[in-house]
């Protein structure tokens, strides 16, 4: 397995510094914002009177404690009335902790009222974004890579920032109400106050910033995790992980990666607790510098008793508001690094178009290709060079050739999951990138060689050919009977409301022939699609029942455009045209007979196949 070099220089997210980083603080408070308003605004109200609180609490501690050594040093008639100061004073400190508690409370319930929705809303974000790519940028590596560190992390990450956003302002607003009272002892213990936590404050960010990295150099690494818990633990693999016997060597190499990256985990841990405990030691000596210096003020009656309780309090509390303070910003700063993994994928350039057209000017000219070439994205050898190809409606085309010799990619080239990078193709008289996409994609019903086996009901594996029809079963029996899966439906316990797969409960597994002729039914769910490909759909029938399904098809598609790939040319024979490709370029084309009297490539391969059933 490639190893990956250790972690290099920042990425982009962190090389504008700590404080630019800070930029994507204001699109996850829109986020949250926009995701639920009352809430937010319930979180903001509620984390202000939590700020407040506890130096309420501190001073009418103050008040009590001076109230009742008062009360020890005058006559019993007039402690009578300190009696009801003190009992007073308490109910008020009372209704104060059960203010804070109901606002921690009211904090924690909409936090995770907040969690929910916001988690929904981003993984909705990440997914509609999904749709709007194409496929060339799934079936690109570092896209890949995005994505898995987007999906990992950026959902929790928006409302985490926004919390600590709230948490900062509630530690602000708790620091501020104690430095007026602790100022009122001495500016200078407020500057302790402050200074004694910067020093732990900078090796976190420090260290978030090395976390964010190590991260994002493993997603390579951790995708290959994710893959190999694919391998060893779904059944469409475990026939040949166990027949094979490569359980324990996937199982040991899922295990390397995943000492490679706790290694670098550890060596991460170590440093950053053992400098933030070094470090912690400071903010230690300032308290309890502070506990002497106040202490010493007592004893000297420059301060009284409540007053010294109160300040004690309040620097401890202070310093612990200064702790979060800092705490709350190096972790937005954390959470904004990981932003950017959300919001780099959210940023992904998809293709725009602004086709509107619906039809051709030469509805009777077919489909045409002048001059394709296409090279896939990293690739050093073209799989299309210069094609031509005129398809008339009502004809069929069989495309024949090797695998890898181009045939799969013309089929998604005319679909318009890829663009020609030179040359065009026109439906009807018009180039594909003028047809409005939902509009094209109607007039085409495809079944590609890896059809997707939809873990769903039979009627929806069908249904999905067209999603306006999806749970209309009359248009399922329709496409079934013309797919020749109607019946198979008729065989299964609940028919078309029979489960498929194994995944769910009561689910039907389904032979590889089976499971192809309810794809091939998805493609006559477009009723009016009138250019229908079939690439290799047949692959796990014998001839015989290929040759009937073609046949079965050929009569379907008298008046539209078919376009087969096969390997078997007893069926191939039936097209009106056949095309030969090699190596990205059509070297032949003709009718069957035409091309077995060049003999040339066709006919060789025809006449090696014929030979093998003899």
Do not use: C
């Amino acid at each position: 397995m490639a190893r990956h070099p250790p972690p290099g220089p920042p990425p982009e997210a962190t090389s504008r510094g700590f404080f630019g980083v800070f930029r994507y603080s204001r699109r996850a408070m829109e986020l949250v914002w926009t995701t639920n308003r009352r809430l937010t605004v319930a979180l903001a109200l509620l984390t202000l009177l939590a700020g407040v609180l506890p130096a309420a609490m501190a001073w009418v501690g103050a008040l009590i404690i001076d109230a009742v050594v008062a009360a020890t040093r005058v006559t019993q008639d007039t402690g009578v009335t300190y009696l009801d100061r003190i009992f007073m004073l308490v109910a008020i400190e009372a209704v104060i902790v059960a203010a804070l508690s109901g606002a921690q409370r009211g904090i924690s319930l909409s936090q995770a009222l907040l969690r929910a929705q916001l988690g929904q809303r981003v993984n909705v974000m990440i997914l509609e974004k999904a749709l709007t790519l194409e496929l060339a940028q799934f079936e690109d590596a570092e896209f890949y890579d995005k994505l898995t560190r987007a999906r990992r992390e950026a959902s929790s990450r928006p409302l985490s920032l926004v919390n600590r956003t709230f948490g900062l302002a509630q530690n602000l607003v708790s620091l501020l109400s104690y430095g007026v009272l602790l100022v009122q002892f001495s500016p200078w213990a407020v500057a302790v106050l402050l200074i004694a936590g910067l020093p732990a404050f900078f090796a976190e960010t420090k260290f978030s910033g090395d976390a964010f990295r190590l991260f994002r150099w493993r997603s390579p690494e951790t995708r290959m995790q994710m893959y190999l818990e694919t391998v060893l633990a779904r059944e469409d693999n475990v026939k040949e992980v166990k027949l094979f016997g490569l359980g324990p060597l996937l199982l040991e190499r899922y295990q390397d990666i995943f000492r490679r990256l706790y290694k670098a985990d550890r060596a991460l841990a170590i440093r950053r607790d053992g400098w933030g405990f070094v470090l912690g030691l400071v903010g230690t000596l300032a308290l309890y510098g502070a506990y002497a210096w106040i202490a010493t003020a007592a004893v000297a009656s420059r301060i009284t008793l409540g007053q010294m309780t109160m300040y004690l309090i309040l620097f401890r509390q202070g310093q612990s508001a200064v702790s979060a303070i800092l705490s709350a910003i190096g972790g937005m700063y954390e959470d904004n690094l990981y932003l950017s993994t959300l919001y780099e994928y959210l940023e992904t350039p998809a293709s725009e178009t602004n086709a509107t057209q619906v039809r051709g000017p030469a509805p009777d000219d077919g489909v045409r290709f002048e001059g394709v070439g296409f090279t896939y994205p990293g690739a050093s050898q073209p799989a299309l060079v210069d094609v031509d190809l005129h398809i008339h409606p009502g004809e069929s085309l069989a495309l024949v050739g090797e695998n890898g010799s181009g045939k799969t990619t013309l089929i998604k080239l005319l679909t318009r999951l890829y663009r020609p990078e030179t040359g065009r193709i026109l439906l009807d008289g018009l180039d594909l990138n003028e047809w409005e996409e939902s509009a094209l994609r109607q007039r085409i019903g495809v079944i590609f060689q890896d059809f997707s086996r939809y873990q769903f009901l039979v009627g929806e594996n069908i249904g999905v050919g067209d999603v306006r029809y999806f749970e209309d079963e009359e248009r399922w029996r329709e496409a079934a009977a013309k797919g020749m899966a109607d019946s198979i439906v008729d065989g299964l316990p609940s028919g078309y409301d029979t489960q498929l797969g194994k995944w769910f409960k009561d689910g039907q597994e389904l032979s590889g022939g089976q499971w192809q002729k309810i794809a091939l039914s998805r493609a006559f769910m477009r009723a009016e699609a009138d250019i229908l490909v079939l690439d290799e759909p047949t692959a796990s029938m014998d001839a015989a029942a290929e040759a009937t399904i073609f046949e079965h098809f050929r009569k379907l598609t008298q008046k539209r455009i078919a376009i087969l790939i096969s390997h078997r040319f007893s069926t191939v024979r039936m097209a009106s045209q056949i095309v030969v490709i090699e190596n990205g370029r059509i070297i032949e084309r003709g009718s069957h007979e035409d091309l077995m009297k060049l003999d040339g490539h066709y006919a060789r391969l025809f006449s090696l196949q014929a030979a093998g059933y003899r």
